[in-house]
């Protein structure tokens, strides 16, 4: 046996599980640096986590089945972690936390655990087929061009899912999971902006408004962005993991919903003025503009009526409409969906009918939302499989 562990993706997942390891283990990923993902995320510094992190910031199929890693590593361990190796770091909002400096701090810290258990780092290494021969898994591999053969006897899916491409995104722990009779759920971009063919938030791109967004009963208040293909921001990102093709997205623009008391307000002292104009004073004067537009919102603040104030504050929280599609993997920060949890283990996260094969990270389905909670569970399902191997071989 060359190795006692081989973990396929030396993003968070895998490099949480090697630094947990005992044995003799490998880390392959075919991209040139570890952590890619981790180095450019939350604008270079990193969400690593969520103060708030719990089961109920997940969507899966099961939704219990997240609960044991997080539970047994949470947010607290990876603070501890992140204080042992003095990374400074700041909530940013909603319980986000960020580095202070940069995102490359983390995985740092992570290569420098991986080495303190031994754990080997193959970069520029391709795994081109994996095989079982009843006693180990057989790996055909292409490091820097040349074929080397191995074989561990456990093997860790940890190369994420299909979002961005261009990072090295690939199908291909779905591929293997597969092949080794496990089920996949449906997989979807999420996390992502959504979009309309008609591009009909050109002349607002760039603006953003306080909201409450829904999409499927679930609902999130954070801003909304208007892009010039469409929706983005963070209550739109986070209402497209619920979002499915066909759908409405309901956007609330009057969050506090003080919208109707300000303008009746406004309609005694500042009766003269254009009900545009007024309402320039609560949103950016380009949004006005296209809702005047959409909606036909227009007059003398101090002839309209309760009933007309009332009507405008309605269509302002219950502004439906249904997008085209989503930006899709090319942009999506997650996956939604993956490898079936009913066939893991939620404790080791190895495969039930599959001795040694483990899966972990954002290949399995569970996804967080926006905010630190997909690091998370990338720490905390890497280092139950890596504590899970660990006892195994002690
Ligand atoms: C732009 C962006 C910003 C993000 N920001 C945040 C954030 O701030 N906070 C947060 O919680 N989440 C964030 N996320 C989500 C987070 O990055 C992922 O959920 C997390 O990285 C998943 O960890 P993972 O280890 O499962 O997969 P990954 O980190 O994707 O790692 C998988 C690794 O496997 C490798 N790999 C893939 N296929 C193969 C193959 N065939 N052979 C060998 N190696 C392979 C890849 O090169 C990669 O290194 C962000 C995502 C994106 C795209």
Partial sequence: MDFDTIIIGAGAAGMMCAAHSAGRTLVLDHAKAAGEKIRISGGGRCNFTNLGASHANFISQNAHFCKSALSRYTQWDFLDLIAKYEIAWHEKT??????????????????????????????????????????????????????????ARNLVLASGGKSIPKMGATGFAYDIARQFGLNLTDIRPALVPLTFSDQRYMAISGVSAPSRVSANGTTFEE???????????????????????G??????????????????????????????????????????????????????????????????????????QV???????????????????????????????????????EAIDVTGWLGGYNFQWAWSSGWAAGTAISATLN
């Avoid at 208007?226 to 739109?236: D, E, K, Q």
């Avoid at 039930?352 to 990270?361: E, M």
Wanted: aromatic share 6%.
């Fill in 94 to 151: 909603l319980g986000q936390l960020f580095c202070d400096g940069s995102a490359k701090q983390i995985v740092a810290m992570l290569l420098e655990e991986m080495k303190r258990t031994g754990a080997e780092l193959w970069l520029n290494a391709s795994v081109k087929k994996v095989d079982h021969d009843g006693v180990a898994y057989r790996l055909s591999v292409l490091r820097d061009g040349k074929r080397v053969d191995l074989s």
């Fill in 223 to 245: 801003a909304t962005l208007f892009t010039h293909r469409g929706l983005s921001g963070p209550a739109i990102l986070q209402a497209s993991s619920y979002w499915r093709d």
């Fill in 323 to 361: 997008p085209t599609g989503s930006e899709g993997y090319r942009t999506a920060e997650v996956t939604l969906g993956g490898i079936d949890t009913d066939h893991v283990s939620s404790k080791t996260m190895e495969a039930k009918a599959r001795k040694g094969l483990y899966v972990i990270g």
């Fill in 247 to 320: 759908d409405p997205v309901v956007l609330d623009i009057d969050p506090n919903g003080t919208l109707f008391e300000a303008l009746r307000t406004a309609r005694q002292t500042q009766g003269k003025k254009d009900i545009t104009t007024v309402l320039t004073q609560s949103y950016p004067a380009r949004l006005v503009q296209h809702l005047s537009e959409e909606i036909g919102i227009g007059g003398r603040i101090g002839d309209q009526s309760d009933r007309a104030l009332q009507e405008l504050c309605d269509k302002l929280r219950n502004w439906s």
